[in-house]
């Protein structure tokens, strides 16, 4: 929901009767001298390891005190953050000179407020000495090839690795000197020695920690473990610590299904912590490969862990006579396609495609991070490396200059969170399929790609003809085969790129398509809500879903506030059939409207009044216009008002278009405007003839409300670009 304020002070709006009054909170603020923050939470539901009660908006006042108020805001920037969009902004928040201010805070949702500017989301607007490193202001993929020897300068003793997130477990830079491993004796050491008891609401998992990109596809990592690390010196004489046996068995009394003893390994494609991807572990008594509770081996691991401590499916093992538990073990995973290749110092041990296992990791993300696994113990990793030499040639793409740098093919699970689920998937269909975008500035494309690995994690085997249209006329541009059999699962990101016969630069302003032609029992791909970034400053506006298959989406303004151009003030339902115009305020009642190009409706989305949500506006026709001027502002004054009722797209007065001139007017009789009373509260909506040109009154502009979820009659706002595949182009 979104609270936005007009330019006068809504505290000082007289009372409206017919609306219930807010609930309000008062609070005191002060702090330090100089800039300040101010988050607000409002969170409800279940969410992922708890639950509380649902809340609702209310109204809350803050009072500024001590150096704060000497400072002497006059304004807040505002920024609103719920399930629909992350980090949005939205007007400031005036503050009056005794240093009070108030909002509507919605249900389940974050406001920030803060002193500072300049913020922009998604890049860094400026930077300082301390981060030189976001001075760029442009997104920046995950660095690659990427290697580590944890002994870099910004490798500091007793915090967290560059780049590495932990799930679970305490993975932290150590730098003692333990035999093998490089360097001058950095390594990351796994510091939980115990399972952490009495937490298992918490879903707890054995320590894993990830680091790269979740739309990784074909990665090869590699790592040096050692199994039975030497205690750190802060541990030493804890009775707390249950070391393992001298052959590497477990002495926590909680036993782990995964393994007996002590192991280490390496993952790829992990998209979440409810996943661990496919991982090759080393260690003792590992479920898969264990013919004692000592025995020493390797497994290859798919889809382990979860909520639950689980050992997954176990794709291959074998024992390892000997291992010495004290020494560093090198250990590689790649995966290309359907293929995965495991090594374990210096041998292969696994050089399999998919089909090798059967159905066993037909349910595991064909996309995902790099990860770090161990028990419950003091396990080193060092000389981490992550790159693509186990591929062909053809597949080692530049990929610093695509159309889309980053695809998410499971998108962040709305909350109260969980496992990621994948976007829809197609199992092939007849017709065109892909995204309609328009550049901000001229391009020049190269190449053409389609995703080349299917949903299974299996690599795709058709030839698909890869298209640039111009939107408007679906006149071909530019065209390539790819051919997805060639390609064995593609590049880093996996596509699968085809050079253009000769470059094709595309027109700023103008509406293009991308598109892959796909067949029904074909190559599976991925539905129209596959989230995609575009390159920074590329695109004017956001990338839309489209296929030939069904006609495209229809104009639509979603659930939008209505603003009259005259008086600054809202459509809005105040509890009868009638429709008027209030505050801009977020109260439960101006907030969803809904205008479709389409068919011309404009409806009432979700709201506080039941009884309204999916009826439309229905207009009055003023039977006496007497103009009404404030100053240079003239109004037509009526009482009356228009009102609403269900749906009808046969009734004329149901039925409008939203020029260029921004009226909204009859589409059956096209000299009607709909036009505002005057300024002030429960000012009326009236049909009247349009002025030539068109007063201020007859102009409504729509302003995005990113709070509400639409109904069936709306459509959903993002901020996130979306493609079918995913496609990619390469520019020049």
């Not at 192991?263 to 479920?287: E, F, H, K, N, P």
């Not at 909350?415 to 092939?428: D, N, R």
């Not at 007497?626 to 240079?632: L, P, Q, T």
């Not at 002025?691 to 409504?700: C, D, I």
Request: glycine fraction near 10%; charge should be neutral.
């Amino acid at each position: 929901m979104r609270p936005v304020f007009s330019s006068c002070d809504v505290r000082r709006a007289p009372p409206r009767k017919k609306k219930k009054k807010k609930k309000k909170r008062k609070v005191a603020a002060a702090a330090a001298a100089g800039d300040f923050t101010l988050v607000v939470e409002k969170l409800d539901g279940s969410c992922l390891r708890c639950s509380v009660a649902k809340t609702t908006a209310e109204t809350v006042d803050f009072t500024l005190a001590g150096s704060l108020l000497a400072a002497k805001p006059t304004a807040l920037a505002t920024w609103i953050t719920n399930s629909s969009v992350s980090f949005l902004k939205l007007a400031d928040t005036p503050v009056a000179k005794d240093g009070t201010f108030s909002f509507i805070m919605p249900a389940d949702t974050i406001i920030t407020l803060t002193t500072t500017t300049g913020q922009a989301k998604g890049h860094a607007a400026s930077c300082s000495a301390r981060t030189p490193t976001m001075c760029t202001g442009v997104y920046a993929p995950f660095p690659f090839p990427f290697s580590t020897t944890y002994d870099e300068p910004d490798a500091v003793e007793g915090r967290f690795a560059k780049f590495h997130a932990d799930n679970a477990g305490a993975f932290e830079i150590r730098k003692d000197k333990t035999s093998g491993g490089s360097g001058s004796g950095g390594h990351l050491l796994q510091a939980s020695p115990r399972y952490p008891k009495g937490t298992e609401w918490a879903g707890n998992t054995d320590p894993i920690t990830s680091l790269g990109a979740t739309d990784w596809v074909n990665a090869r990592a590699n790592v040096s473990v050692l199994l039975r690390a030497p205690t750190p010196s802060y541990a030493v004489g804890d009775p707390r610590v249950p070391f393992p046996t001298s052959e590497g068995v477990l002495t926590d009394p909680v036993d782990d299904p995964i393994s007996t003893g002590i192991y280490g390994g390496v993952c790829v494609r992990q998209i979440d912590q409810y996943s661990s991807g496919v991982c090759l572990l080393l260690g003792v008594g590992l479920a898969g490969q264990l013919t004692s509770t000592s025995s020493t081996g390797w497994v290859l691991q798919a889809g382990a862990m979860g909520m639950k401590r689980e050992p997954g499916v176990i794709m291959a093992s074998g024992v390892l006579l000997n291992l010495d538990l004290t020494k560093y073990h090198t250990l590689s995973l790649a995966v290309q396609g359907a293929t995965y290749v495991a090594v374990v110092d210096g041998v292969t041990v696994v050089d399999a495609t998919h089909a090798s296992f059967d159905a066993m990791t037909t349910l595991l993300p064909p996309v995902g991070q790099v990860a770090l696994r161990s028990s419950f113990s003091y396990v080193q990793f060092d000389d981490l490396s992550i790159d693509a030499e186990h591929m062909a040639t053809n597949n080692k793409e530049d990929n610093n200059n695509m159309m889309f740098v980053k695809h998410l093919l499971y998108p962040p699970k709305p909350a109260p969170g969980g496992p990621q689920q994948p976007v829809k998937i197609l199992p092939g269909a007849d017709g065109h399929f892909g995204c309609k975008f328009t550049l901000t500035k001229d391009a020049t494309v190269t190449a053409l790609a389609r995703f080349a690995v299917a949903p299974t994690g299996a690599a795709a085997s058709k030839s698909h003809n890869v298209v640039l249209m111009d939107a408007t006329t679906l006149v071909t541009v530019a065209s390539a085969v790819v051919d997805l059999a060639a390609a064995n699962g593609g590049d880093l990101n996996g596509y699968a790129w085809t050079p253009l016969a000769k470059s094709t630069t595309l027109k700023a302003g103008t509406p293009y398509i991308l598109a892959s032609e796909e067949k029904l029992g074909g190559d599976s791909f991925y539905a129209g809500t596959v989230w995609v970034t575009t390159k920074p400053g590329l695109m004017s506006g956001l990338v839309t879903a489209w296929n030939s298959a069904t006609p495209p989406p229809p104009s639509s303004k979603a659930w939008h506030y209505i603003v009259s151009a005259s008086t600054q003030e809202c459509w809005d339902t105040p509890g009868s059939t009638s429709i008027d115009t209030w505050d801009c305020v977020e109260d439960g009642h101006n907030e969803g409207f809904n205008y479709s190009a389409t068919t011309g409706l404009i409806t009432i989305g979700p709201q506080s009044h039941a009884a309204a949500v999916g009826q439309c506006f229905l207009g009055a026709i003023a039977k006496e216009e007497e103009e009404h001027c404030v100053g240079k502002l003239c109004f037509l004054d009526f009482p009356s008002t228009s009102a609403r009722a269900p749906c009808d797209a046969k009734n004329p007065l149901m039925v409008y278009t939203h020029g260029v001139d921004e009226t909204l007017r009859l589409r059956g009789d096209s000299t009607s405007c709909l036009t505002s009373g005057p300024k002030g509260n429960n000012a009326g909506i009236l049909l009247t003839k349009c002025a030539s040109p068109p007063s201020r009154a007859q102009m409504w502009t729509f302003t995005p409300n990113s709070g509400n979820t639409p109904g069936p009659a709306g459509s959903t706002v993002s901020e996130w670009s979306q493609c079918y595949g995913p496609l990619n182009a390469r520019l020049q």
